[in-house]
């Protein structure tokens, strides 16, 4: 398997537009999560997907964050109008789902920079 | 609700030096337990965990990981660093059935050749 595979790894954008981040996680695994890290803040769970079901949002920042499962293979994040402080690295994960068997294989990372 | 705190964002050791990071959770219920490392240019990668079982976990490296229940806390522990083990190391928490796992901060290690 090749991983869990995040594109792009680098987005430079301008304040106020659409960035759309992208993940494929490894084929079989029923759980998937989008992480963020900042210098600040650490690595924040953003939201959680199980079965491409969104099981905890909590984490996402503000309505101008969504996130979609459509199918077991491939998830987004969307940020819609971007801001100077939505620059971080955005982690993608993924997980079988299984109880006490939930080791996260992360892909590579997808380092964010709104001017 | 459900937090992890690691004791200390920074830590610079020289090679061979013993080597001890912290790491506190807040969670009521049962849970697992992580530490995953982050090398320079690399992915997140799990470096040990526990479930169940010997509270004294090994892992990857020559580190280990002691659980101790009534202090909350799994601190991960290194006999001699070498140079190599510069990196981030961040200690998760996974509630059991919940699929939902929480990092701490994270600790950036840098050991001096």
């Known amino acids: 398997d090749a991983g869990v595979i995040q594109s792009p790894r680098h987005e430079v954008t301008e304040m106020g537009q659409e960035v759309t981040l992208r993940c494929k996680p490894i084929?079989?695994?029923?759980?998937l999560f989008w992480y963020r890290q900042t210098m600040m803040r650490g690595l924040e769970l953003l939201i959680y997907?199980?079965?491409?079901?969104?099981?905890?949002d909590s984490g996402m920042p503000e309505d101008r964050f969504s996130a979609k499962m459509p199918n077991a293979s491939f998830s987004t994040l969307k940020i819609q109008p971007s801001e100077p402080r939505d620059s971080a690295v955005y982690f993608c994960?993924?997980?079988?789902?299984?109880?006490?068997?939930?080791?996260?294989?992360f892909g590579a990372g997808s380092r964010l920079t709104v001017l | 609700a459900q937090s992890v705190s690691q004791h200390n964002h920074h830590v610079i050791l020289s090679e061979a030096a013993s080597l001890e990071l912290g790491c506190n959770y807040s969670?009521?219920?049962?849970?697992?337990l992580f530490w995953y490392v982050q090398y320079p240019g690399q992915h997140l990668q799990l470096l040990l965990k526990?479930?169940?079982?010997?509270?004294l976990v090994k892992g990857i490296k020559g580190f280990e990981a002691e659980f101790i229940k009534s202090k909350f806390s799994f601190n991960l522990r290194k006999p001699s660093v070498q140079w190599s083990d510069t990196a981030e190391y961040f200690c998760?928490?996974?509630?059991?059935?919940?699929?939902?796992?929480?990092f701490g901060a994270g600790t950036r290690l840098f050991v001096k050749a």
């Open positions: 994960a993924s997980t079988p789902g299984r109880s006490g068997a939930n080791v996260l294989t």
């Open positions: 969670y009521g219920g049962t849970v697992n």
């Open positions: 998760a928490v996974e509630n059991t059935g919940g699929f939902k796992t929480i």
């Open positions: 526990y479930f169940s079982g010997d509270p």
């Open positions: 997907f199980n079965n491409n079901v969104p099981i905890d």
């Open positions: 084929s079989g695994h029923n759980s």
